[in-house]
């Protein structure tokens, strides 16, 4: 079985497309990761009162400098200081954005505050005003102290319905208030991240979909049949060696990737709640960091349930072709699906195929930053669980669809 293994994963990997894929792939997680910095941009006021644009690498360093008196806990006195230095600038300009405001004024002023200010913003003002369209009359010092209790009260009311609300209020009930954050660490990474874990999934549904199939269309897999090992053990090794071939690359993609991102933007941007780095309303009691695996891991056992459809389809088609229209139909289904229809019945579905957590504004990371439920009789399941859950059943039952096919088809020839 050992040497059945060995001859099977040297054929697939040392196929000239295959091992060419595998290393774009690898190179492209070092690609994806740095990719971001590029888009960070700010402005840097020197002594002189001299102001200039800031980008990449720069502008991540001159953030952290700026924003590192609010590392930390997020207290009532840190968001005393920035309602109060936002009435300030509000009143002498009208505004606090450029171009209404001085950009030296900004960049001194409101850009070291900015996050708390946002955030203040979200949960103090009245739900239709935002940071940028808030006046002086919006919020106030003296709101500082009711911060943590009306973000509670307006998490509540977040659900659609009565359940809802309550299973918000027990899955919020975790959350660490005051709330942590420490400057560098972007969004836009975490966004980068459910690309890349896409990507990979097109990758190997392409690697994948011939290991049983391209054998059915050359006729080979009637002479494999007849060999000592080509009943069950055949199938074994090729499922081994999928499932190797995936896992191998996606431990090593996705380790440069978080290896990359964390030196670039900081690893000490890992404890900051999540709270402060997407929308305030935020469901889970979890760090950046926290959320960063937690998208991994999702992402892993989506793929994975992936490949294992794949490998169903592999065994079940008779050539290559149709193998792979099938399973990029299938996996690309949730994208499309969640650009279709945003219906209940449509999120299930989309939910409960094998690559329901990957995708773009679909993806798990938007899943696990939103507040969407499925409903199952008097049960409601947050959709982050759900997709878990899917993938965690559907991969025991497409492996054993695979054999199951296999061994029949062998027997029916």
């Not at 000239?16 to 492209?28: A, F, G, K, T």
């Not at 019945?345 to 938007?366: D, E, H, K, T």
Request: aromatic share 12%.
């Amino acid at each position: 079985m050992g040497r059945l293994l060995y001859l099977e994963l040297k054929r697939v990997v040392t196929a000239r497309s295959v091992w060419i894929l595998l290393v774009i792939l690898i190179l492209l997680s070092a690609v994806l990761a740095y990719f971001p910095v590029s888009f960070e941009r700010t402005y840097r006021v020197d002594e002189q009162g001299n102001v200039s644009e800031l980008s990449g690498m720069d502008a991540i360093a001159y953030q952290k400098q700026i924003e590192k008196e609010n590392n930390g806990e997020i207290t009532e006195e840190k968001i005393r200081e920035a309602i109060l230095v936002f009435q300030e600038c509000y009143r002498e300009y009208g505004a606090v954005f450029p171009p209404d405001v001085p950009i030296e004024v900004y960049v001194q002023k409101i850009l070291p505050v900015y996050p708390i200010l946002k955030a203040a913003a979200h949960v103090l003002a009245r739900e239709e005003v935002s940071v940028y369209t808030m006046t002086d009359a919006d919020i106030v010092p003296d709101d500082a102290p009711k911060f943590y209790e009306r973000y509670q009260e307006r998490m509540a009311f977040k659900g659609k319905n009565e359940a809802e609300q309550e299973k918000i209020r027990e899955l919020n009930g975790g959350v660490k208030m005051p709330f942590t954050y420490n400057s560098g660490f972007s969004m836009t990474s975490l966004e980068y991240l459910s690309l890349y874990i896409l990507l990979m999934l097109l990758v190997f549904i392409v690697i994948i979909s011939p290991i049983f199939s391209a054998e059915y269309q050359t006729g080979a897999d009637s002479i494999l049949r007849c060999t000592r090992y080509g009943r069950i053990h055949l199938a074994a090794a090729k499922i081994v060696t999928a499932v190797l071939i995936f896992a191998v690359t996606f431990l090593i993609g996705i380790g440069s990737f978080l290896l990359i991102t964390n030196q670039v933007y900081g690893a000490e941007g890992l404890e900051t709640s999540v709270q402060m780095l997407w929308d305030i309303f935020v469901i889970p009691a979890l760090t950046v960091g926290q959320a960063q695996s937690a998208a991994v891991a999702a992402g892993f056992l989506s793929i994975f349930a992936a490949v294992c459809c794949t490998l169903f389809l592999s065994a079940r088609c008779r050539n290559v072709q149709d193998t792979l229209k099938i399973a990029l139909l299938i996996v690309l289904l949730p994208v499309i699906l969640y650009i279709v229809s945003d219906a209940e019945w449509v999120n299930v579905i989309r939910y409960l195929l094998p690559s329901g957590g990957v995708g773009l504004s679909n993806s798990f990371l938007y899943e696990l930053l939103g507040t969407d439920f499925v409903h199952a009789g008097q049960t409601v399941i947050w959709s982050p669980c759900f997709i878990i859950g899917a993938a965690l059943a559907e991969i025991p039952l497409f492996l054993a669809l695979t054999v199951r096919t296999y061994c029949r088809r062998e027997s029916t020839n």
